[in-house]
C-alpha cells in the first residue's frame, strides 16, 4: 500500500492538475467547501420559512426541506446532471453539476439544524427584540441568528464532514475527485484493487478523523464559553 502512495501520491492529492482539471483529495474538499457556503443562505431562508407563522412561506419551507431530505443524492447528481444545462442552455461540466445537486440537497439538512438552533433559544428573546421596537428581520438579523448559528457550529460542520463522503457519489458522472483518483490509479495497476481502494477508505477516514477533532474542539469551546457566562449571571 505505500509503495502505491508513494507512486501516485500526487494523482490522489490533484488528479491531472496542472495538466487538467483539479482532482484528487483537494476537489473532494474543494467541492465540499463550495457546496456548503453556497447552501448556507439558502438553508437560513429555509429555516426562516419553517418558523415562520405565514402560510405562504412556511409550506413551501417545510415541502422543499421534507422532499430533499426523502430523497438520495444520486437522484439530485442525476436530475442536475439532465436539467442545469437545459435550464442555462449551455454545457456544464461535472464539478459544475455535483455543486448544484450538492446546493440543494445541503441546503435543506442546513435549514433543519438552524431551526433547531432557533428554536432552542428562549422566545423570550424575540419578544425582547420587537419591544425594544426592531422589526421581526432586525430581531433575527441581529439578535436571534448569531445566537442560533453560533451554538449550531458544530452541528453545521458535522454537515460538512458527510458532505466530504458524499462528494464521492461525484464518480458517477466523472467528477475528478478523490474517487475517481483512485480508480484512474487502480485502471493503471488493475491488480492491485483491495490495495488501492483500501488506501482510499483510509485517507477519507483519516481526513474525517481530523475534521471531527476539530469538531469536537469547537464543542469544547463553545461549552467553556457558556459556563463562563452561567458562572457570571
Do not use: C
Amino acid at each position: 500500500m505505500l509503495d502505491i502512495l508513494s507512486d501516485n501520491w500526487l494523482l490522489l492529492l490533484v488528479g491531472q492538475y496542472p495538466n487538467g482539471a483539479m482532482g484528487g483529495l483537494v476537489a473532494t474538499v474543494g467541492l465540499a467547501l463550495i457546496s456548503l457556503a453556497l447552501a448556507f443562505p439558502f438553508g437560513i431562508l429555509l429555516a426562516l420559512g419553517r418558523i415562520s407563522t405565514i402560510r405562504i412561506f412556511y409550506w413551501p419551507s417545510t415541502a422543499i426541506v421534507y422532499i430533499v431530505r426523502g430523497l438520495p443524492l444520486l437522484m439530485f447528481i442525476f436530475w442536475a446532471y439532465f436539467f442545469v444545462p437545459i435550464i442555462i442552455n449551455r454545457p456544464v461540466g461535472g464539478a459544475t453539476t455535483m455543486i448544484a445537486a450538492l446546493v440543494i440537497y445541503e441546503s435543506a439538512y442546513l435549514a433543519e439544524i438552524i431551526r433547531s438552533g432557533i428554536q432552542a433559544l428562549p422566545a423570550g428573546q424575540l419578544e425582547a427584540g420587537r419591544s425594544l421596537g426592531l422589526s421581526y428581520i432586525q430581531t433575527m438579523r441581529r439578535v436571534i441568528l448569531p445566537q442560533a448559528l453560533y451554538n449550531t457550529l458544530p452541528s453545521m460542520l458535522s454537515q460538512f464532514i458527510s458532505t466530504v463522503k458524499e462528494t464521492s457519489l461525484g464518480f458517477v458522472i466523472s467528477v475528478h475527485e478523490l474517487t475517481f483518483a483512485a480508480a484512474q490509479v487502480n485502471n493503471i495497476l488493475l491488480t492491485k484493487p483491495f490495495e488501492v481502494f483500501g488506501l482510499l477508505a483510509l485517507t477519507y477516514f483519516t481526513l474525517n478523523l481530523i475534521l471531527s477533532g476539530l469538531v469536537k474542539l469547537v464543542e469544547n469551546r463553545i461549552q467553556i464559553k457558556r459556563t463562563m457566562i452561567v458562572q457570571v449571571t
